[in-house]
């Protein structure tokens, strides 16, 4: 049976390059000819019954833009079932046959137990600047993310040359770490603190003291806030002061930034490409997946696993940084 009518949103945290597949949802529907509906504030959306029809001309000017034209929301009221069921009613009375998820894990918890107690078929893409979901190389704003990052520190460096100072630059990565591995390599990090690798007060402070028999007068250090090597990024720089009494230590934390701004033109293109398949995918029947890119491919896999799985960050990555560091 042909697919007539196909739902779209987004939930979670927002990420660049969220308008660009939302972009290339509503003209692959059009193209197929299927009617697209776009639900405003994620799931919370559904349950309020606030979704319109989305036309080619409904996404114009957006490819550039950062956030996501349709709003987002985490909705408590779409854990409970009442709310679920409320939600399908509004899916039913609109004749949404397939639901196409822009999100992260909790996006697809939400979305995968939907498709699960009602028979909605769901297909997630995969929204989220962290890269912290299992079946994909890159999530979508992720490029945009360390982009971001990475002019930001770069600008830090230069007050901390200015002034010989040693600053501890805090990106988000409560989980993972690869925005900080990754930024922190490209804009030379004396060291970079991720959730996956605890070096420890020891090894950061053996890596500062080899930094200053190096004649270093300024260094960044790069924490993911998911780091555990102190309670918090404010309560590690405070130990390593009582260490390091002479050094002007400074703090800090780039916070939203990093979620905003134009995406990159690889989210632009990673975007679209995610969108034009997911709606695809619906249309063959192929759902309860997550849409993701494998070495310039677009791959599949199953919403469960892209929840579940783990990813890790790259040895080789480490090694080098360690390389890089002297």
Do not use: W
Not at 93 to 118: A, M, R
Not at 175 to 191: P, T, V, Y
Not at 227 to 252: C, H, M, Q, W
């Amino acid at each position: 049976m042909k697919i007539k009518k196909i739902g779209v949103l987004t939930s979670g945290g927002d990420s660049p390059g969220m308008n660009t597949a939302l972009r290339a949802v509503v003209r692959t529907c059009a193209y197929n000819k299927i009617e697209c509906l776009g639900v405003v504030r994620g799931f919370q959306g559904l349950i309020n019954d606030d979704i319109k029809v989305l036309k080619t001309r409904s996404v114009r000017g957006i490819i550039n833009r950062g956030g996501t034209m349709l709003y987002s929301a985490r909705s408590e009221e779409f854990r409970t079932k009442e709310g679920r069921k409320t939600a399908f009613k509004n899916v039913k009375k609109h004749g949404i046959e397939g639901l196409i998820v822009i999100g992260g894990d909790g996006s697809f918890t939400g979305g995968l137990i939907f498709q699960e107690e009602f028979g909605i078929p769901v297909v997630g893409i995969p929204g989220t600047i962290d890269n912290d979901l299992y079946g994909t190389t890159h999530t979508l704003g992720y490029d945009t993310a360390l982009n971001t990052v990475m002019e930001a520190i770069d600008k830090i460096r230069d007050t901390a040359i200015s002034h010989d100072r040693l600053f501890f630059v805090e990106v988000m990565g409560r989980d993972a770490g690869h925005i900080a591995l990754n930024s922190g390599i490209a804009i030379g990090a004396q060291e970079i603190l991720v959730p996956e690798l605890n070096i420890g007060i020891k090894g950061l402070v053996d890596s500062l003291k080899a930094s200053k028999k190096n004649h270093k007068t300024s260094s960044i250090v790069v924490v993911a806030e998911g780091d555990k090597t102190g309670t918090n990024v404010f309560d590690l720089a405070r130990k390593i002061e009582e260490i390091f009494p002479k050094y002007e230590i400074r703090v800090s934390v780039l916070g939203h930034m990093q979620r905003g701004g134009s995406p990159t033109c690889f989210d632009r293109v990673l975007g679209t490409k995610m969108g034009v398949i997911a709606v695809e995918s619906i249309i063959k029947g192929d759902y309860g997946i997550m849409i993701g890119i494998d070495n310039g491919k677009i791959v599949s896999t199953s919403l469960k696993k892209a929840i579940k799985g783990k990813t890790k960050i790259d040895p080789e990555l480490v090694r080098i940084s360690k390389i890089m560091n002297i």
